[in-house]
């Protein structure tokens, strides 16, 4: 009976902190990209399933030791069948038909969350499925190359990304945009820990590594990528809030900072690894700290010259 308790109480102290969670920010952050709900939906579906079964399993547990278990030197109660157990048992009536129960039942559902996030994953994951995001718009371009400890970001120039925003059907803006990953120019402006993008635009991230295995984990927008040694990914995603005002200060309001922090261990440093994601309330706000970057970065640059 003592171990029953014992057991009783500690599930319930986890149900009681599992409803408090959310009131007290214990939960999933705050999904601010225009995938964010149907990645939620999903772990919402499989926390539903999981819960059920586990709150089912253990509260059996609970009961039968309280109701069988038998102190030293006394005999365990009789097992008898609970009527409300009947219309179970009397399908369940061999070990044969048992162990086909639940083998079935969890096959059924992992082929049912197998299915249901066919359309979430593909979105996220398959090119084909970028149109989704991009709704005809050109994406912001971002290299992002990762090293220990620290993420290194690649924007197009000023002038350059003005012209893909403008000219999108050319063949000629086209082609360079195409080229963008895997061609770098004089141009390009770099900053470090900082992805600068703005609201409600697609933004499209080209993930390598410089050295071992990173992760590339923005939470609040559902994001997450390995770096692999060797190859380039594309990661898309579209925000749809955003934390920076015109004056690209943080907004009132807005207390969580959003971070990037690397979610594979990487060695000593992993810790530290941590970037910023400023989503600008506007087109106009970000070319304004593009241009202040592409300012900064050549004046770094005729300082070492001289």
């Not at 009536?93 to 048992?98: D, G, L, M, S, T």
């Amino acid at each position: 009976m003592k171990w029953a308790l014992l057991f009783g109480v500690s599930m319930l102290a986890c149900a009681g902190l599992f409803i408090i969670a959310p009131f007290v920010g214990w939960w999933l952050p705050e999904g601010v990209s225009s995938h964010a709900g149907s990645v939620d939906t999903l772990f919402y579906i499989i926390l539903g399933i999981t819960s059920f079964f586990f709150i089912l399993t253990e509260t059996i547990l609970v009961l039968f030791m309280a109701r069988f278990a038998a102190e030293p030197g006394q005999k365990p109660a009789k097992s008898e069948v609970h009527w409300m157990l009947k219309p179970v048992t009397n399908v369940l009536n061999n070990q044969h038909k048992i162990e086909m129960a639940w083998t079935v039942v969890p096959a059924a559902l992992l082929l049912y969350i197998a299915f249901a996030q066919i359309s979430t994953w593909a979105e996220i994951k398959y090119r084909s499925r970028q149109q989704a995001i991009f709704q005809g718009e050109t994406p912001v371009q971002i290299e992002l190359s990762a090293r220990q400890f620290e993420w290194r970001f690649r924007y197009p120039g000023v002038e350059r990304l003005k012209e893909w925003m403008d000219k999108k059907d050319d063949k000629d803006v086209i082609a360079d945009m195409k080229s963008f990953a895997g061609r770098k120019q004089s141009s390009d402006i770099h900053v470090v820990n900082e992805l600068h993008v703005w609201n409600n635009h697609p933004v499209l991230v080209h993930v390598s590594t410089r050295d071992v295995l990173h992760s590339f984990n923005l939470p609040q927008f559902r994001v997450k990528q390995d770096t692999l040694p060797g190859k380039q990914i594309p990661v898309w995603f579209k925000p749809i809030k955003a934390n920076l005002d015109a004056a690209n200060k943080q907004i009132p309001g807005q207390t969580n900072i959003w971070e990037i922090p690397c979610a594979e261990l990487c060695g000593w440093g992993h810790g530290r690894m941590i970037g910023r994601v400023y989503v600008h309330d506007s087109k106009e706000n970000f070319f304004n700290w593009l241009i202040q970057a592409q300012d900064a970065q050549f004046a770094t640059k005729t300082a070492s010259a001289q």
